[in-house]
């Protein structure tokens, strides 16, 4: 695999979406389509890992958002306010040729949300899995079900990324 570069802010310009394969194709329309007008309407913000040819290799996108008190478990609602404050990963996606990168990726908006925590508080992150199989993986870095055993839903205790960070 070619040199990469450190996750950054997605740059319109820059980096080279054109090609992106994750082998799900409604990540790789999202990231050439609408990542740019998101950013731009302050609604999702893209971190990239791109080659030292700018071409990207990994993306993710992250919101503020807020859990809904009556469907979450108690760990997360203990003591919050209704609803309770979270950051969303929006969507996660690698390019099959860089297979590899999305734990590192994940590593860094894990970092991202552990600083932000400090300016504006966050309970926990929270991601929708793409599928029942996603889910897997997303339990591998602490993630649970926000919903019952079975949903789609997760969420990672912002108290909790510490021990996930020295662990991936
Ligand atoms: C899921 C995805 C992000 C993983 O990216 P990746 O770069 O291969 O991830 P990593 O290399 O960091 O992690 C791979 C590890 O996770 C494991 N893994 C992969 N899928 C898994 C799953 N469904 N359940 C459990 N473990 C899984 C692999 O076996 C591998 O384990 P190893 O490190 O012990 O060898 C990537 O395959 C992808 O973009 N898929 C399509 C889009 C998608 O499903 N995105 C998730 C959004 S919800």
Redesign the pocket.
Same mark, same amino acid.
């Given at each position: 695999m070619t040199e990469l570069r450190r996750p950054e802010p997605l740059d319109t310009r820059r980096h080279d979406r054109a090609a992106f394969d994750?082998?799900?194709p409604v990540?790789d329309e999202w990231i050439r389509r609408y990542a740019g007008q998101n950013r731009r309407r302050h609604t999702a913000a893209t971190w990239v890992i791109a080659d030292a040819e700018d071409r990207i290799v990994?993306y993710a996108s992250m919101s503020i958002t807020a859990i809904d008190r009556s469907a979450a478990p108690e760990e997360v609602v203990k003591g919050a306010p209704d609803p309770v404050p979270a950051l969303l990963i929006g969507?996660?996606?690698?390019?099959r040729s860089?297979?590899?990168?999305? @734990? $590192? #990726?994940?590593g860094h908006l894990l970092a991202t949300a552990l600083e932000l925590n400090l300016s504006a508080a966050c309970r926990a992150v929270v991601? @929708? $899995? #793409?599928?029942p199989?996603?889910?897997?993986?997303?339990?591998?870095f602490g993630f649970r079900p926000l919903d019952g055993e079975d949903g789609l839903d997760l969420y990672l205790l912002t108290h909790d990324i510490e021990v996930t960070l020295r662990n991936i």
């Open positions: 994750s082998g799900e990540l990994a969507r996660l996606a690698v390019d860089g297979l590899g990168v999305g @734990t $590192a #990726l994940l991601v @929708t $899995a #793409l599928t199989a996603a889910r897997g993986w997303w339990e591998r």
